[in-house]
């Protein structure tokens, strides 16, 4: 079974500084890792993914995230918070089980809203 | 080109209505899904087509829910007897061959 917790509901920063949105992830095999992006109003954008390749991944509008598996983490970060980053993220693992077909059903974490203040 | 459409966006029906809600993936797109979020949550997985057939449809919540994909391409998500519970926003994908999923816009339904 594959589940996703994402640490924080919200996260306030101020325009121009870091932004880290964590998450930490259970899988019984070997997972792919996701951050989704949703605007109010729009619909849910992959900003990233994770599957198996290099451990630092780097996505859209400069954010990048680090998988951890000793940590079991895929936290999102980005060095500089600009307004229109605000928005709800979700993180979201996917499994492959051995031997099995990948059909890439999701689950999501719980999300975190991201505001940016001035 | 185009991306997935759902229609409609938004859908208000009174307690024990029947519901059609409809999907049209990306062209070429043979891996379709159906998520629900509800307010405040993540999306939740509903079920799952590969060509015409449902590989898994273990999210659905009760057999009031129903799902069909007769040609492989538009998915329909039918509810019956609806119920305030079922008020939600209802999310489709299809899945590229890279395996990235891109989403509709989502159909917001609401139950009276």
Same mark, same amino acid.
């Given at each position: 079974?594959?589940?996703?917790?994402?640490?924080? @509901?919200?996260?306030?920063?101020?325009?121009?500084?870091?932004? &880290?949105?964590? =998450?930490?992830?259970?899988? @019984?095999?070997?997972?792919? &890792?996701?951050?989704?992006?949703?605007?109010?109003?729009?619909?849910?954008?992959?900003?990233?993914?994770?599957?198996?390749?290099?451990?630092?991944?780097?996505?859209?509008?400069?954010?990048?995230?680090?998988?951890?598996?000793?940590?079991?983490?895929?936290?999102? !970060?980005?060095?500089?918070?600009?307004?229109?980053?605000?928005?709800?993220?979700?993180?979201?693992?996917?499994?492959?089980?051995?031997?099995?077909?990948?059909?890439?059903?999701?689950?999501?974490?719980?999300?975190?809203?991201?505001?940016?203040?001035? | 080109?185009?991306?997935? @459409?759902?229609?409609?966006?938004?859908?208000?029906?009174?307690?024990?209505?029947?519901?059609?809600?409809? =999907?049209?993936?990306?062209?070429?797109? !043979?891996?379709?899904?159906?998520?629900?979020?509800?307010?405040?949550?993540?999306?939740?997985? &509903?079920?799952? /087509?590969?060509?015409?057939?449902?590989?898994?449809?273990?999210?659905?919540?009760?057999?009031? /829910?129903?799902?069909?994909?007769?040609?492989? @391409?538009?998915?329909?998500?039918?509810?019956?007897?609806?119920?305030?519970?079922?008020?939600?926003?209802?999310? =489709?994908?299809?899945?590229?061959?890279?395996?990235?999923? /891109? /989403?509709?816009?989502?159909?917001?339904?609401?139950?009276?």
């Amino acid at each position: 079974a594959q589940s996703v917790t994402q640490l924080d @509901s919200h996260v306030s920063v101020s325009e121009g500084t870091p932004v &880290l949105l964590r =998450c930490n992830y259970s899988s @019984s095999y070997s997972p792919s &890792l996701f951050w989704y992006v949703q605007h109010p109003n729009k619909g849910l954008q992959l900003l990233l993914k994770y599957t198996s390749a290099a451990t630092l991944v780097k996505g859209i509008n400069g954010f990048e995230a680090e998988f951890k598996k000793s940590e079991t983490s895929f936290h999102l !970060t980005k060095p500089s918070a600009h307004m229109s980053d605000a928005a709800e993220y979700f993180c979201v693992v996917s499994e492959h089980p051995a031997g099995g077909t990948s059909y890439g059903k999701l689950t999501f974490g719980q999300g975190t809203i991201l505001t940016v203040h001035p | 080109g185009a991306g997935v @459409s759902q229609t409609p966006s938004n859908k208000v029906t009174e307690k024990g209505k029947y519901v059609e809600l409809r =999907c049209d993936p990306i062209s070429g797109h !043979t891996a379709l899904y159906w998520y629900r979020q509800s307010l405040g949550q993540g999306p939740e997985f &509903l079920i799952y /087509f590969q060509g015409t057939g449902a590989a898994d449809d273990s999210g659905l919540p009760n057999d009031r /829910f129903f799902a069909v994909r007769p040609e492989g @391409s538009v998915s329909t998500l039918k509810i019956q007897r609806t119920e305030r519970g079922d008020s939600a926003v209802y999310l =489709c994908a299809s899945r590229a061959a890279n395996n990235e999923q /891109f /989403f509709g816009p989502g159909t917001r339904l609401t139950v009276l």
